[in-house]
């Protein structure tokens, strides 16, 4: 096992376990959500600072990230209110995790064909293995913690894993046209919150949304 698989695996791990303290503690969400919103924005502005050259559209896109990141927060928070909806959201949120760890695990280990010229480690068989392992997650989380089991949460989960590696590519171009390898640092060792949540920004709300509509 390579030193950045063993990386990726604990970060994994910390998130699993940050889920299940905010489902037992709301409180936690608020701060989790405050310091890691903040540290988003300020890696994305370090970003922005070195690709985008007109100042006019660096502070609309500036802009439309700070507004993205207070009402996904915001979103959040207020639907853990309501006990049906903060079920959805640590269902899906795991779903994300869990893409992760698979798209690197089977890119690891299958290797093959490369995705995209975007981002150059990312593979076919690491695009799979994400849809497999948030499948996996997402219909075991949703039986045992809601009781439902239909082919309706095999359409959530791949939607929800797909937007998870839209988003890690997305983050994975800005990084490219800034020249940086990480957002920055608040992992030690593993990167900037963004490298860390880059998936999970789109994909939440992607299969929060997805799951209002099938289920």
């Known amino acids: 096992m390579t030193s ?3 990386k990726r695996i604990f970060t994994s791990f910390i998130l699993f376990f940050l889920v299940f303290l905010i489902f037992e503690f709301s409180i936690i969400l608020v701060y989790s959500l405050l310091i890691l919103g903040v540290f988003s924005i300020l890696e994305f502005l370090n970003i922005s600072r070195k690709i985008f050259k007109k100042k006019l559209f660096k502070y609309f896109i500036n802009l439309f990230f700070i507004f993205y990141v207070f009402l996904f927060s915001s979103l959040i928070i207020y639907f853990f209110n309501f006990f049906q909806l903060k079920i959805l959201i640590l269902i899906i949120l795991c779903g994300c995790i869990s893409s992760d760890i ?7 280990i299958l290797k093959g064909p490369k995705l995209t010229k975007i ?3 990312k593979t076919i068989a690491g695009a799979v293995g994400s849809i497999l392992l948030s499948n996996l997650s997402i219909f075991i989380l949703f039986f045992y913690l809601t009781g439902v089991s239909n082919l309706n949460i095999i359409l959530i989960a791949t939607v929800t894993s797909i937007s998870c590696q839209l988003g890690d590519l997305l983050f994975s171009f800005l990084k490219r046209k800034a020249m940086i390898k990480d957002t920055g640092n608040f992992f030690p060792g593993h990167g900037g919150v963004l490298d860390r949540l880059d998936g ?3 994909g939440v709300p992607v299969g929060i949304i997805v799951t ?3 289920i």
């Open 4 to 6: 950045n698989l063993k």
């Open 200 to 202: 999970i920004l789109l």
């Open 102 to 108: 698979g798209g690197y695990i089977f890119g690891n």
């Open 119 to 121: 981002s150059p480690k």
């Open 212 to 214: 209002i509509f099938y």
